[in-house]
């Protein structure tokens, strides 16, 4: 009798209490396609959650699961990594991120392609939310400032709850190109990117520095112009190098830096896209700005004072995002 019972309650107590008693967090990542499965793979091999990948494709979150969890042992992870074409799976996540999307195909015009994301993410966006409504959005899908707008939009999340990856691999770039140059570590360098994920992003070198010193004072301007250009278009050049395809590693390592920062209350600063109430001299769009990741999510927005040279690169790349996030509201009519 008492067995009985106990079974019972057993059965009552949600997947999300059972990880929170056990004390293990869960993110779903939906859309298992390269950077979903890399991104599950470096949470698992950070021990940071259990995951579970979604996709619409059968067969392909699943196998890449299985395939994750056959190295979890090398990596001696005692994470789950779990494949599903089932949101149910996802309930009680504690962190969504959204990777869900379609890339350009021949004779795709930009308008096309917005309109399927749009339609994805919004699909995805209240799919996900409904089973995780205590969860925190990370956002990727391209164009990701607009696609975070949405989703937040969609979700009815408070603002702290919903941010875009995009900074965090912008600055990444940054800083790879930079210790390259200088033939320095990777540890010393710091780099600050601002606006928009798109080539009209604003890294700064005024802020970016190599252990402390700003990059201004080791490099001359005509080098770090190089520089900024390339991180401007260090997405589209590695899809010219692939030809089919796009970068994943550098982005899951982006999405990871955020999910650790997030579950281990790290507060942790890094550049996301968040939602601004007028930092920045900015309202309601989200735009790449430095912010504190914890546990609650986007904790504070940096605010910097910027030049007037800095101060109107930004704002050409904060109309660009504006004007995206407009076609989206004519698109849809209403969220
Ligand atoms: N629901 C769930 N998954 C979907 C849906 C949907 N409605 N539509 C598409 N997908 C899945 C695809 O089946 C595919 O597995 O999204 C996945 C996308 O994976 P890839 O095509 O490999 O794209 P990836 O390189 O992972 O990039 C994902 O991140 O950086 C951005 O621009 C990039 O928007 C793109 C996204």
């Not at 599903?84 to 991120?97: C, E, F, M």
């Not at 899908?141 to 875009?164: C, E, Q």
């Not at 601004?276 to 004072?305: A, C, N």
């Amino acid at each position: 009798m008492l067995e009985v019972r106990s079974k019972r309650v057993e059965e009552k107590i949600t997947f999300r209490k059972r990880m929170r008693l056990s004390g293990r967090k869960k993110v779903s990542i939906i859309g298992s396609g390269n950077v979903g499965a890399s991104t599950a793979q470096r949470i698992m091999e950070k021990f940071l959650a259990d995951v579970v990948l979604f996709d619409i494709i059968e067969g392909v979150p699943q196998g890449k699961a299985l395939d994750i969890s056959e190295a979890a042992p090398i990596s001696g992870a005692d994470m789950s990594v779990m494949g599903t074409n089932s949101y149910d799976d996802t309930a009680g996540s504690d962190i969504v991120v959204i990777t869900a999307g379609l890339a350009r195909k021949p004779g795709m015009s930009r308008k096309d392609l917005l309109e399927k994301n749009v339609s994805i993410v919004r699909e995805v966006t209240k799919e996900a939310v409904r089973r995780s409504p205590a969860s925190i959005l990370i956002v990727v899908t391209n164009p990701m400032d607009l696609m975070t707008y949405l989703s937040w939009a969609i979700s009815g999340f408070p603002k702290h709850r919903v941010m875009g990856m995009g900074g965090a691999l912008d600055s990444a770039r940054f800083r790879c190109f930079i210790s390259d140059e200088l033939k320095v570590s990777v540890e010393n360098v710091h780099a600050f990117v601002l606006g928009g994920h798109g080539d009209l992003m604003v890294p700064l070198s005024r802020f970016s520095t190599v252990a402390g010193i700003p990059v201004t004072e080791m490099m001359d301007k005509s080098a770090i112009d190089k520089m900024v250009e390339r991180t401007r278009f260090g997405g589209a050049e590695i899809v010219e190098l692939l030809k089919t395809g796009s970068a994943y590693v550098a982005p899951a390592a982006a999405i990871t830096e955020m999910v650790e920062a997030i579950l281990r209350d790290k507060k942790k600063i890094i550049p996301c896209a968040a939602y601004l109430e007028g930092e920045y001299g900015v309202k309601d769009l989200f735009v790449g700005v430095p912010v504190k990741l914890g546990s609650t999510g986007v904790e504070k927005v940096i605010e910097i004072k910027l030049s007037d040279e800095e101060r109107n690169s930004f704002f050409k790349s904060v109309d660009r995002v504006r004007s995206g996030v407009d076609e989206i509201k004519e698109m849809l009519g209403n969220f």
